[in-house]
């Protein structure tokens, strides 16, 4: 295993005012590669304290210093230098990636890396374009708006998209001129500690975006916590968000909350089959199936159900599963072993409620933390594999027979992320689109995304949205001026 990576050695420490620094207690945690179960190397555990020292550079840097005093075009000079910077490091930040979570070095090089590099050139695009409105008030008067970052930004980003998750969230937050503190993932510290360094080569001045590893109870809820973090942007599990809602009420915490789901795939009697088939199973399978929108229930409806499942089965075999970072596997490892037990744990549970498990299952032998793709057939809406996020590879193949009854049944579950419509007849494409209770409807395909869309959730599974023109307002706040001029 290659641990020459500069990424893996130099900075596996803290990124804190433009410096790399070990954390004030000593402390430090191993990341694990979890297809070979082998440690990566050893990483910073930042503590409390120093999420403080992360924070005050960060105010520091939002106050006083060049990035306070910036042009907003010399800001969007340097997001789209650490998009340049990305792509040119693309080969090494997507081995780093693929090590650290264990998805497939071809989703890694083909589609997080180059996305996230793309999110900086976006968001680039965005710092002069950040415009006030003026306001039709009583005779007099003249009133006009101004949108003004908001200081200093608490990111916490999830295990299963890193690297492109961080950028979501630091690209926008930096356009419009705020200042970051990321604490990634404890699985998966690596690529943002990459894109640390690669910020400060982009010009990025110190300060402006902090790295912290750590704890999400340590590090994570001192940041949440901190009367100097104007508002945290997350991205994970519901139950986690809703302890940041509490936390953060002390101090009125803005927020952004992008948490689970359980959504629904539904594939009509009349949808082309070939495309559903491709369709459901990387709806499913994409990432190992850790994936927040994964389309993790898939309703067939009656007629096509038995042949769909049959075929969706022989397109499963077709995909190899193994070495992540062999260009020909289709499917990686669960990123940790505790991740691994809990999806094969809801296998349990499936069975155990009588659902019918069509292949996969189980763990292969040998090492890596590997589950192979799994199909229920026979699951009912109320049964535990419909109702929780299971964040792995676990299809919920769910029968239906009338629209009605697939709409009251894919709505019927507290998430509201995502969901997919299959049919070649596009009214009812359309108004199933608008019946289904979902931040994002993908009609006839699954999981696109682009930086320029909007992006979040209906109902517990979160809300504000990341991406695109909203996206970025998130980050802003607006501030009224009265001028007098009788
Ligand atoms: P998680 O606990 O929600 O973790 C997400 C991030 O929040 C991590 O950086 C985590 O740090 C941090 N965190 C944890 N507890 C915190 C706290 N009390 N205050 C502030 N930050 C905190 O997710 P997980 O444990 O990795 O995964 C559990 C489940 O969450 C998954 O099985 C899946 O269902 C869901 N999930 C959803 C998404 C999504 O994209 N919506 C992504 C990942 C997971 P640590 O690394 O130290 O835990
Ligand atoms: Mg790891």
């Known amino acids: 295993m290659t641990t020459d990576l500069r990424a893996t050695l130099k900075p596996a420490r803290l990124f804190i005012d433009g410096q790399w620094t070990d954390a004030l207690s000593g402390a430090a945690f191993k990341t694990i590669n979890p297809a070979t179960e082998e440690t990566i190397t050893e990483v ?21 210093g060049p ?49 996230a590099a793309d999110c900086f050139r976006y ?54 001129g705020n200042t970051v503190v990321l604490k990634p993932a404890q699985q998966t510290p690596l690529t943002a500690l990459f894109l640390a360094e690669l910020a400060h080569e982009a010009g990025l001045p110190p300060g402006v975006l902090n790295v912290i590893p750590g704890r999400g109870t340590v590090a994570g809820s001192a940041l949440v916590q901190h009367p100097l973090v104007g508002k945290i942007a997350f991205t994970g599990s519901t139950e986690v968000g809703r302890d940041i809602m509490r936390r953060g009420s002390d101090t009125l915490k803005r927020l952004t909350l992008e948490l689970g789901g359980k959504s629904p795939n539904v594939v009509f009697a009349d949808a082309d089959l070939d495309q559903a088939i491709r369709g459901a199973s990387n709806g499913i399978f994409f990432n190992k199936g850790e994936v927040c929108t994964a389309g993790s229930r898939l309703f067939l409806e009656d007629a096509l159900h038995d042949a769909f499942v049959d075929r969706l089965q022989a397109h499963l075999a077709k995909l190899t599963q193994g070495d992540p970072l062999d260009p020909k596997t289709r499917i990686g490892p669960q990123v940790s072993e505790a991740q691994m037990k809990q999806v094969l744990s809801y296998v349990d549970k499936g069975k155990a409620e009588g659902a019918r498990l069509v292949c996969g299952g189980e ?9 192979r793709p799994t199909i229920f057939t026979g699951v009912r809406n109320d049964m535990t594999l419909a109702r929780e996020e299971i964040f792995g590879p676990v299809l919920a193949v769910v029968r239906f ?15 509201g992320l995502a969901a997919g419509v299959w049919t070649k007849d596009i009214k009812k494409a359309h108004r199933t689109a608008r019946l289904l209770q979902a931040g994002t409807v993908w009609i006839n395909t699954y999981g696109l995304y682009d930086n320029a869309m909007p992006f979040g959730g209906l109902k ?4 504000g949205r990341e991406l695109g023109r909203q996206g970025l307002l998130e980050y802003t706040q607006t501030k009224s001026v009265w001028v007098d001029l009788a």
Do not use: C, H
């Not at 910073?44 to 006083?64: I, K, L, P």
């Not at 027979?401 to 998430?415: F, I």
């Not at 517990?460 to 809300?463: D, L, N, P």
């Open 44 to 64: 910073a555990e930042a503590g409390a304290e120093d999420v403080d020292r992360a924070v005050q550079a960060a105010r520091r840097a939002f106050t006083s």
């Open 67 to 115: 990035w306070a005093k910036m042009p907003p075009s010399e800001r969007g000079r340097i997001l789209w230098k650490i998009g340049d910077l990305i792509e040119a490091n693309l080969q090494e930040m997507a081995r780093l990636e693929t090590l650290d979570q264990g998805k497939t070095i071809t989703d890694s090089s083909r589609v997080d890396v180059p996305m």
């Open 123 to 176: 968001f680039a695009g965005w710092t002069t374009k950040i415009e006030g409105e003026t306001i039709p008030v009583r005779g007099g008067s003249l009133n006009y708006t101004l949108r003004e970052p908001i200081g200093v930004i608490g990111s916490i980003t999830p295990w299963n998209f890193p690297i492109l998750m961080a950028a979501w969230k630091v690209a926008p937050a930096l356009a419009a």
């Open 363 to 371: 763990r292969p032998a040998g090492r890596g933390y590997f589950v």
């Open 401 to 415: 027979k009338e629209l009605e009854e697939v709409l009251a049944a894919a709505n019927d579950t507290p998430y």
């Open 460 to 463: 517990q599974s979160g809300y």
